[in-house]
């Protein structure tokens, strides 16, 4: 496909067996209910949650007038070419007394102005000749003083209710004095591994298994200040042992995240015990491509009527990334109450040769080679394929994405690029 000019790459979905990209993201998110309740934290603690309230402004800034800059105020006066000093005033000091015109006061950047001081000159503007000074340019009134609550305020919001905080909020914060800020609860989000071949790192490593990389990634993915994360260990192929863990998860967890388990081989216990222990399964079988078993549903929290939402991701470990930056992350900004980040790859030039065989959205571990013929970013591919492999994505810069309906892909094809240093950052 080399069309005339570079169209964004699409993820439409043409297998009706199978749901889209959208819908999938949809439906999970209407699934999870936001955050009630809030907490008070000190500003050391606020970077990353969720305000619950408006930050409103209990003082102005500048809390007074104060000069910009190191200089003289002047008491300005008509026909006057030469001021007297009368004094000086550094940042930190009390009110000085009120200027007369035709006076001068040595002042430093944000000391206080004093009551009938027009502008301040810089010291760099003036001559001076023992107790006078002599500006040397144009002056006008106001230059070079900040007013009280030009930059904000008394009263005013300064962010609403919502808001991911950031160094600019907390900075704002402390301007304005304030200790401590409202915010939402953190989302609780409980992860296990299933699989009787899998061990936790740093154990022995009997024949036959292997160690558990899908939890921590998934958890690291998942991290930030807003969540709390529940790490349940692994759970053996057991469907007693299955339950037991997916309604002690429900019990403590706002959303729970599994790995393993998701298809429907003889040793794929997970989805026949979430619906044994009374769960649901709202939809399986994602239009992707690795992550097609991708499965969401509800675990009941035990003794009450509360409905737990659960993803229940591939295990093998790129499809389980993929489906966590694709719908777990949604679900993680709707319960913290954020907006979510829209699924829209940049559109990007294949520098690869990739036949086709599903009709599904195609993610790949790629990077960014340079520029193709339309300016766009020149992507390669990492890797051989499969989606147990981890060593490509080391290498990688983000994900190539290849719309369904793309019979093959070859160099110069237009296809979707997700950066990880955006929405998919890890």
């Known amino acids: 496909m080399q069309p005339d000019r570079p169209p964004h790459a699409s993820a439409a979905n043409p297998a009706s067996d199978l749901a889209s990209i ?16 809030s907490e008070s934290v000190s500003l050391a603690q606020a970077r990353g949650r969720v305000l619950a309230a408006p930050l409103i402004a209990e003082r102005s800034l500048p809390v007074f007038d104060h000069s910009a800059m190191d200089g003289y105020a002047l008491g300005l006066q008509d026909g006057c070419d030469t001021y007297r000093l009368v004094g000086r005033v550094v940042a930190g000091d009390g009110q000085p007394d009120r200027l007369q015109a035709g006076e001068a006061l040595r002042i430093f950047t944000g000391a206080p102005i004093p009551a009938g001081a027009d502008a301040v000159i810089m010291q760099e503007q003036v001559s001076i000749a023992g107790p006078m000074i002599r500006p040397l ?6 230059d070079n003083i900040r007013r009280a609550g030009e930059d904000v305020a008394s009263g005013v919001p300064l962010a ?3 808001t991911l ?15 401590h800020l409202d915010v939402r609860h953190k989302l609780r989000v409980a992860v296990l591994s299933t699989g ?19 939890r921590p990634m998934i958890a690291a993915c998942l991290e930030r200040p807003g969540v709390e994360i529940i790490d349940l260990g692994i759970v053996r192929d057991d469907r007693t042992a299955i339950i037991a863990a997916m309604q002690r998860a429900a019990g403590m967890a706002d959303l729970i995240v599994t790995t393993g388990g998701a298809s429907v081989g003889d040793e794929d216990y997970l989805v026949r ?17 690795p992550g097609k078993p991708f499965t969401f549903g509800h675990v009941l929290r035990p003794g009450e009527s509360t409905r737990v939402p659960i993803a229940i991701l591939p295990g093998n470990p790129f499809a389980a990334l993929v489906t966590t930056l694709l719908f777990v992350r949604p679900m993680i900004e709707q319960g913290l109450g954020l907006p979510a980040q ?7 030039e294949a520098n690869f040769t990739c036949p ?45 994405v290849i719309a369904p309906g793309e019979t093959a892909v070859e160099p110069g094809t237009l296809i979707g690029y997700l950066p990880f240093g955006t929405a998919f950052s890890l």
């Not at 829209?342 to 990007?348: K, V």
């Open 160 to 162: 609403r209710a919502g």
């Open 342 to 348: 829209q699924f829209a790859p940049l559109p990007a």
């Open 273 to 289: 015990a979430l619906l044994e222990a009374g769960g649901d399964i709202e939809m399986a079988r994602a239009a992707i491509r």
């Open 137 to 142: 340019c144009p002056i006008a009134r106001g």
């Open 165 to 179: 905080l950031d160094a600019r909020h907390i900075a704002l914060a402390a301007a304005v004095g304030l200790a």
């Open 196 to 214: 009787n071949e899998l061990a936790t790192p740093g154990e022995p490593l009997a024949d036959g298994r292997i160690f558990d990389s899908n």
């Open 22 to 37: 959208a819908e999938v993201r949809a439906r999970v998110v209407a699934s999870v209910e936001r955050l009630a309740g």
């Open 356 to 400: 086709r065989t599903a009709r599904r959205t195609e993610f790949l571990p790629a990077r960014v080679t340079g520029r193709g013929q339309y300016g766009l970013p020149q992507i390669a591919r990492l890797g051989r394929g499969g989606s147990a492999r981890l060593k490509p994505l080391i290498e990688a810069d983000g994900l190539a």
